[in-house]
């Protein structure tokens, strides 16, 4: 299977912060990458599609890039609707598999 | 709007089984896979596998092969998935999913594997 080693697990941050959460994958996945948020008791919500792409809905202050199997997430001027656990999932190979989640906080 | 709209907790005693159910609706049932996912504490997101709901042809994870069973019922636009032989660690919450350019997921349903 493909491992997706995500990064960092745990990440204080401030209001207004500049963030990026990163996701490593063992294969090559392409842009086969999705980023989903997820709040306390509810689904996750796709946030970055094919890697660089916004989903519906998603303000724009979201981003997604990659460079080489390094894939981030990157959150311009943090709001404080952002405080989440965000995964990142590679569908390029099945099983698909997530990373561990990056728990985003307020410092 | 589209919706899929799962059954509710489950409380199951060790050894037995649970069929939990994932109501589509606001589009058409048989073009888009349902893919399942579980989740805990500490193990995270699960890919569990797919059903292709038009053939009923399935894929799944190989760690959940014998533990999880996909089935779909064309008729009320519904997806199933019964976990067999439940053990404590199968307790989870469990999603079903419309993976594509707009995801669309179900509410969970938590499995609780309890004596």
């Known amino acids: 299977d493909i491992q997706m080693t995500q990064s960092p697990s745990s990440l204080p941050a401030s209001l207004g912060d500049r963030v990026t959460i990163t996701c490593r994958a063992s294969?090559?996945?392409?842009?086969?990458l999705r980023w989903f948020q997820q709040k306390p008791g509810k689904s996750p919500r796709l946030m970055i599609y094919?890697?660089?792409n916004l989903a519906a809905g998603v303000p724009s202050r979201f981003s997604g890039s990659r460079s080489g199997s390094d894939y981030s997430l990157t959150i311009n001027s943090l709001e404080s609707e952002d405080m989440a656990i965000y995964y990142c999932?590679?569908?390029?190979?099945?099983?698909?598999?997530f990373g561990a989640g990056t728990k985003l906080e307020l410092k | 709007q589209v919706q899929l709209q799962q059954s509710g907790a489950e409380l199951a005693k060790p050894g037995s089984s649970v069929k939990i159910s994932c109501k589509a609706s606001?589009?058409?049932?048989?073009?888009?896979?349902i893919s399942w996912i579980k989740q805990t504490t500490g193990q995270g997101l699960e890919y569990i596998g797919y059903?292709?709901?038009?053939?009923?042809?399935?894929n799944y994870n190989e760690k959940f092969k014998g533990k999880a069973t996909l089935t779909v019922d064309k008729s009320s636009s519904t997806a199933f998935m019964q976990l067999s032989s439940l053990t404590p660690d199968d307790s989870a919450v469990y999603y079903c999913?419309?993976?594509?350019?707009?995801?669309?997921w179900g509410q969970g349903v938590m499995v609780t594997v309890s004596s």
């Open positions: 999913a419309r993976l594509g350019a707009r995801d669309y």
């Open positions: 606001g589009y058409t049932f048989t073009s888009y896979y």
């Open positions: 059903i292709n709901t038009g053939s009923g042809g399935t």
């Open positions: 294969q090559d996945i392409g842009n086969y």
């Open positions: 094919g890697a660089t």
């Open positions: 999932l590679q569908h390029n190979e099945y099983p698909y598999t």
